[in-house]
């Protein structure tokens, strides 16, 4: 079974560089195009179950690639991202010109954030469920199947594995790809493929 990992288009906070966690934002038009690209690039995959995330975002990327694989979409709550509290809704720290280009102190705030937004409303890395068969494959049954999550950029199900790449966050429109042999042992294949992207661009957004 080969599960493809996609994570939503550029939403309307990823857009202004706005920490978004479980807030239901929708997608920006340039996230809608990224969901086409993503829904083309399935289309050769062989895709034959679509999982996502019961927020907008997800669900509206969802959508577009559905339409494309004419699949039905099935929701999970464990396909969400994380609540970082009192950090929702806020900015990502810019550079003194004001472009999107986060600053070093703006990088070490959002790598440590959600370590501490347990105490300030939200849910800390300590208590993300760890990657198991139940919360990265929710109701999947049957060796042939090759479902489609469409998560976000730190999903309570899904993390970066142990020998993490350079950067662990996902680009927004990304697939990452994992292979189970059907005898219990999973293997991640791709991390973050942005190929498919080529024509549309890349929002660089941060994970949240």
Known sequence: MWLYCVR???SAYNAEGRIQGQLD???SEFGRRQGAAIAAALAALSADAIYS???LRAQQTAEIVARRLD????????????NVGIFQ???EARSPSGTRKRLPAGRQASRTLWFRAA?????SSSAVAPPSATSSRPGISGPQSSPTPAPHGRPGGLRPPRRRPRSPTLENASITTVHYDGDGRWE???YNQIAHLAAV???GAGDL
Not at 71 to 82: G, H, N, S
Not at 119 to 123: E, K
């Open 89 to 91: 809704g806020g900015c």
């Open 25 to 27: 934002v929708p997608l």
């Open 8 to 10: 939503h288009g550029e």
């Open 188 to 190: 991640l294949t791709a």
């Open 201 to 203: 661009g890349l929002s």
């Open 53 to 55: 995330s019961p927020l």
């Open 71 to 82: 699949l039905p979409i099935r929701t999970d709550e464990r396909l969400k991202e994380i």
């Open 119 to 123: 105490n300030r409303g939200g849910c």
